[in-house]
């Protein structure tokens, strides 16, 4: 009998919850935390870590090499500018989204997780804006992080902190809008390309080889063929268009190579990209609906 | 209000017809539902939850349409698939925090429910490894799991021992039944095997080929097959004798009689029996037929033979 009692006191039996529930809105915020942080690894085995984190910190070098140049004196030396950085690490960018994109989607799949996410009452949309969601501001952290990084490092470095903000304050707006956009766009293209197959490494080739074939290519045929069919295949690239459309919002001259030789007013690259990242995340929406379980 | 209401319930694969005019009405408890691999219980489990349009009919589940209120049902319900859906990379504990957040539990409050329901699931230190190094078993107590962590009206189990050895089964099913009978949760199991429906569920659906078998209480299939098992201190076959004279079926052997549950309630007779053969009562108990026993008809008349 004493041994039944003591017994129930420490199992409390099943309980109810009658806690609050939250909103559609945290669920899905719930979701994009999670994809967040297992874009860099973590709460992950350290092995997923090293490849986002990794290419993190390559990304951020030009930044922190211009700082160490910037502070050993030479006044006006810019090797790395603001309007140059993507350009510089845009291989960094394209390794990014190769490696990360598979890694939101594909996992979902492979590990059939995916039917538990929708035998909630998260709805598809939702599901697959979350992961873009994701997608894109661990972007950010590639696009964004280094260009401050560099920013403040600049100020910091030279002889007037309030006298360099006040001389490059403008370069903030097109800093953040191109880091953004940026983002935006090579996730929407990374994410329906890793949404096509569960398997990690057709997805990361599926993504890598579009990207290197298309600059060749373009460039090709901008080059070689002198009208507007061949200027035109500047469309064909993807990280041209995100160059043409990155100087545009700088406000920034290309200075050489294809996209000069395309001579198209940035303006076009920056609709261009915003066309295809719409439609991209439009038939990724398509494909998680449309998808059965 | 039943909890789950189907009418004329069709699902049309291409060349296929997975779910043929299905008319089902269950009320809360615990449920079974039969059938052999291929007869559409995932089918059925896939439309009820409303991720699957039907092509044609009708579903209702806790009062809701499947068509148009699948999200407020997914919101209420659990499931748990048959096939593997864990991350091998993810520990136990964390995954099953990340899915009842996404069930719109707080974050505080998903981490303490998901203790407490990794608990019950009989899921203790493992919780902190990383969930590929689990046991089938385990597998399948994550699954349930995740099922039942935002407390849920009703749960959805699509063939919940598969692949488990007879323990561990046996363990499955109890924590099936607990799940019904003292957490106060519905639940719709599957499975191809009769005799863990019939250890666990009150009622009962039996599909095959996308058609409806029967359906009905546990209890009802097997109440009219059943017999009662009297032990006496005395002479057996001389009680049954009494009571075969009182109109009852029964037969006795040593100190055991068996009696008949197709007639009358035979328990006051036999109370009337041995109190006037003045024999003294050890044991009385119910012996069902097993469900098994009933869908093989001609084993079912051979019971029915030996009582």
């Keep these: ?293 | 209000m039943p909890l789950i209401e189907t009418r004329a319930l069709t699902k049309q694969y291409p060349g296929v017809m997975a779910l043929n005019a299905l008319d089902i009405s269950v009320e809360p408890g615990v449920i079974g539902l039969v059938g052999a691999n291929g007869a559409g219980k995932s089918t059925l489990i896939k439309i009820l939850l409303g991720l699957l349009p039907p092509t044609r009919g009708t579903a209702s589940v806790l009062d809701m349409d499947v068509r148009t209120e699948g999200r407020a049902i997914r919101d209420l319900v659990g499931y748990m698939p048959e096939h593997d859906c864990l991350p091998p990379d993810l520990s136990a504990t964390e995954f099953v925090a990340h899915l009842a957040q996404v069930s719109g539990l707080p974050r505080v409050a998903a981490r303490e429910r998901t203790a407490e329901t990794l608990r019950h699931v009989g899921l203790y230190e493992e919780r902190y490894r990383e969930m590929g190094g689990y046991s089938t078993g385990m597998k399948q107590r994550v699954k349930l799991a995740q099922a039942l962590v935002h407390d849920p009206q009703l749960i959805f189990l699509d063939e919940p021992t598969n692949g488990l050895d007879p323990a561990g089964r046996d363990e499955m099913l109890d924590l099936v039944k607990r799940t019904g009978r003292e957490f106060g949760i519905a639940v719709l199991m599957s499975s191809h095997l009769l005799g863990e429906i019939e250890r666990v569920c009150d009622s009962l659906v039996v599909i095959d080929g996308g058609k409806l078998v029967r359906s009905g209480e546990v209890a009802e299939f097997t109440a009219t097959l059943g017999s009662l098992e009297v032990e006496v201190e005395g002479d057996a076959a001389a009680l049954a004798a009494a009571l075969i004279e009182r109109g009852f079926e029964a037969r006795g052997e040593g100190f055991v009689a068996h009696v008949g549950l197709n007639g009358d309630d035979p328990y006051d007779a036999i109370r009337d029996c041995i109190v006037a053969m003045e024999m003294g009562l050890v044991r009385l108990e119910q012996r069902r037929q097993s469900l098994e026993d009933i869908f093989r008809p001609e084993s079912a008349e051979a019971v029915r033979e030996r009582v």
Excluded: C
């Design chain 1, 1 to 293: 009998m004493s041994e039944r009692a003591a017994g129930s006191i420490f199992d409390l039996g099943y309980r109810r919850y009658e806690g609050r529930r939250l909103g559609r809105r945290d669920a899905v915020l719930a979701l994009y935390v999670h994809g967040l942080r297992a874009s860099f690894g973590l709460g992950r085995r350290t092995r997923s870590k090293i490849f986002p984190i990794g290419l993190a910190i390559v990304a951020a070098v030009p930044a922190v090499v211009q700082i160490m140049i910037a502070s050993l004196g030479a006044e006006g030396l810019d090797i790395f500018r603001a309007e140059d950085y993507y350009f510089y690490i845009e291989i960094i960018l394209v390794l990014f989204v190769a490696v990360i994109a598979p890694e939101l989607l594909g996992r979902d799949e492979r590990h059939a997780t995916l039917s538990l996410y929708f035998s909630r009452g998260l709805s598809r949309s939702e599901y697959a804006w979350a992961r873009y969601g994701a997608m894109a501001t661990a972007l950010l952290a590639l696009t964004l992080l280094p260009q401050a990084i560099m920013f403040l490092g600049n100020a910091l470095v030279g002889d007037s902190f309030t006298g360099y903000f006040k001389d490059e304050w403008r370069q903030i707006g097109p800093i953040v809008a191109a880091g953004v956009l940026i983002s935006l766009f090579l996730a929407s293209i990374g994410l329906i390309i890793a949404a096509q197959t569960p398997r990690r490494a057709f997805a990361t080739v599926g993504i890598l080889a579009p990207f290197l074939l298309l600059t060749f290519i373009s460039s090709a045929l901008v080059s070689n063929i002198d009208n507007i069919v061949g200027r035109l295949g500047i469309f064909l690239n993807p990280l041209a268009v995100m160059d043409g459309f990155t100087r545009w919002l700088f406000n920034a001259e290309s200075d050489g190579g294809p996209l000069m030789e395309a001579a198209f007013a940035g303006g076009w690259y920056f609709a261009f990209a915003l066309a295809l990242a719409t439609i991209a995340v439009a038939l990724l929406l398509r494909h998680y609906q449309r998808r059965s379980l």
